[in-house]
């Protein structure tokens, strides 16, 4: 049996004391140790991007992460946007623009999206859509995704 470790996790400000295998995936320790469920898990291999969170600002797969890596990091969920009843200006523009249908990836796409918009507000429409095709979405057909973060691109400006 793996002896479990220590681990403080930072999530939306607040602090979450856990002991974790080693091998423990920060997606699972956000989920069930945090009751955080948003985050949702795809592929487990990285490649939906479904599990996109904010670690230190920039978008990461959790999926691809252990836990125990996340020490000492700021890390984001969806769960972290909305200010009580007000939502994000990502979020307000995928209600807007109807950038969601199932919902399975949209906190990813969220995620992913509100990170990008961060480090660049001026980001460009050909490098917007380069660094979303990094996620998948099999419903919507990525036009209103698209169209609700270049509305969001336009809120968010400084």
Request: charged content about 25%; glycine content about 10%.
């Amino acid at each position: 049996m793996t002896e479990k470790l220590d681990v403080t996790l930072s999530v939306n400000g607040k602090r979450y004391e856990m002991k974790v295998e080693p091998r423990r995936m920060l997606a699972d320790a956000i989920r069930e140790e945090c009751g955080l469920t948003g985050t949702h898990l795809g592929c487990e291999h990285g490649v939906c991007g479904a599990c996109t969170i904010l670690m230190d600002d920039k978008p990461v797969r959790s999926c691809l992460m252990f836990a125990v890596q996340a020490e000492g990091a700021e890390l984001r969920t969806v769960e972290g946007l909305a200010k009580g009843n007000e939502l994000h200006p990502i979020q307000q523009a995928f209600w807007d623009h109807h950038g969601l249908q199932c919902g399975f990836c949209t906190p990813g796409f969220l995620m992913l999206a509100t990170g990008v918009l961060e480090q660049n507000p001026n980001i460009g429409d050909e490098e917007l859509v380069h660094a979303l095709s990094s996620n998948l979405c099999r419903c919507t057909g990525y036009q209103n995704i698209l169209k609700a973060v270049k509305a969001a691109r336009e809120e968010m400006k400084p």
